[in-house]
Antibody, heavy 121, light 112 residues
Framework: QVQLVESGGGVVQPGRSLRLSCAVS????????MHWVRQAPGKGLEWVAV????????FYADSMKGRFTISRDNSKSTLYLQIDSLRPEDTAVYYC??????????????WGLGTLVTVSS | QSVLTQPPSVSGAPGQTVTISCTGS?????AGWLVHWYQQLPGKAPK???????NRPSGVPDRFSASKSGTSASLTITGLRSEDEADYYC????????????FGTGTQVTVL
């Protein structure tokens, strides 16, 4: 069955960098766009970034541009999110999700369990 | 600050019907972009509940229904059950800026 497993979270000091991973199985990874979505403690869902199935296009939420980098390795069926210059407000659970795309808008049909990033000194 | 606004909370007794609104604008829902709904049970990852405005994935009970009109959408839960207690989010696309997938502010449903 479809599985998405995030890893790489933890407690990180402000200003440091972190790379999150999302290992997928159960479907042809190279055929799907993938998203990162985050959720701060007690807050709502916030879209972070999307990457095309082949990695050719990447888009970020305006508030994430500059410090966040989404990437993928289709040979390893793995999605990544690099976060630089971490700030306390980046503290959140980060989810990876599979995209079902259409010309009129896409949605995420499968989600991982998330990985918690805590930015604190 | 999300561009899709939902009521922070709604509640109802078991068996009742509750409706959650998702109010957008002419750059998202009103522009014809599809609306999707997610359910997030306490401590769990979100799960797709409704896609493409009105469609239920297999396994989602028909107690859940949705609609879209103008710049708004709504999710209705009929025959409310205790296991429906969760957070619900609408999601669409906003073309006012660069590529922007947007979630609603979220609504907590409480079963009294």
């Amino acid at each position: 069955q479809v599985q998405l497993v995030e890893s790489g979270g933890g407690v990180v000091q402000p200003g440091r960098s972190l790379r999150l991973s999302c290992a997928v199985s159960g479907f042809p990874f190279s055929g799907y766009g993938m998203h990162w979505v985050r959720q701060a403690p007690g807050k709502g869902l916030e879209w972070v970034a999307v990457i095309w199935y082949d990695g050719s296009k990447k888009f970020y939420a305006d508030s994430m541009k500059g410090r966040f980098t989404i990437s993928r390795d289709n040979s390893k069926s793995t999605l990544y999110l690099q976060i630089d210059s971490l700030r306390p407000e980046d503290t959140a659970v980060y989810y990876c999700a599979r995209e079902i795309s259409s010309d009129s808008g896409s949605y995420c049909d499968s989600w991982g369990l998330g990985t918690l990033v805590t930015v604190s000194s | 600050q999300s561009v899709l606004t939902q009521p922070p909370s709604v509640s109802g007794a078991p068996g009742q019907t509750v409706t959650i609104s998702c109010t957008g604008s002419n750059t998202n829902i009103g522009a014809g972009w599809l609306v999707h709904w997610y359910q997030q049970l306490p401590g769990k990852a979100p799960k797709i509940l409704i896609y493409h405005n009105i469609n239920r994935p297999s396994g989602v009970p028909d107690r859940f229904s949705a609609s879209k009109s103008g710049t708004s959408a709504s999710l209705t839960i009929t025959g409310l059950r205790s296991e429906d207690e969760a957070d619900y989010y609408c999601q669409s696309y906003d073309s006012s800026l660069s590529v922007q997938y947007v979630f609603g502010t979220g609504t907590q449903v409480t079963v009294l």
